[in-house]
């Protein structure tokens, strides 16, 4: 898939629990619909603007791409619609999508408000896995 076709996902690059979350994503994705990038870096800053989003770091964030168009999503529906485009049974997730997105969230909230402590916190973000490494926006130094 073209890189300007894909999805890209914003991570906390510091957050161990979102650094995994985008290892499963990378290794159950078929057909490399996403690419990463942390919303610290350059990159992620300037997608976080340009979709009028506040980078507090709370929340994952899915740019799904339809054409020219593009879409921002946050917190579970961020979550479901990429589990929506991974691997059966993964796939099935996404069937939670018909649950309120208040409930979802305050699903979410409570993982994200407690990662750091539940699955600690990386001092720097470190050379990523090579399966990330493969689909970061921006390419890095080996």
Request: glycine fraction near 6%; proline fraction near 5%.
């Amino acid at each position: 898939m073209p890189r300007a076709d894909r999805h890209t996902v914003l991570i906390d690059g510091e957050c161990v629990l979102c650094d995994g979350f985008a290892v499963f994503v990378a290794r159950h994705d078929p057909h490399g619909a996403f690419v990463f990038e942390t919303q610290q870096s350059p990159a992620g800053q300037q997608l976080l603007d340009l979709h009028n989003l506040p980078n507090d770091l709370n929340t994952i964030v899915l740019i799904e791409r339809s054409g020219k168009a593009e879409r921002a999503h946050v917190k579970s529906s961020a979550v479901l619609r990429i589990a929506r485009r991974l691997s059966f049974p993964i796939w099935l997730a996404a069937g939670f999508l018909v649950v309120p997105s208040f409930a979802r969230d305050w699903c979410y909230d409570v993982v994200a408000g407690n990662r750091y402590r539940l699955f600690g916190r990386k001092e720097t973000c470190g050379l990523p896995d090579k399966v990330i490494r493969e689909r970061l926006t921006r390419k890095l130094e080996e």
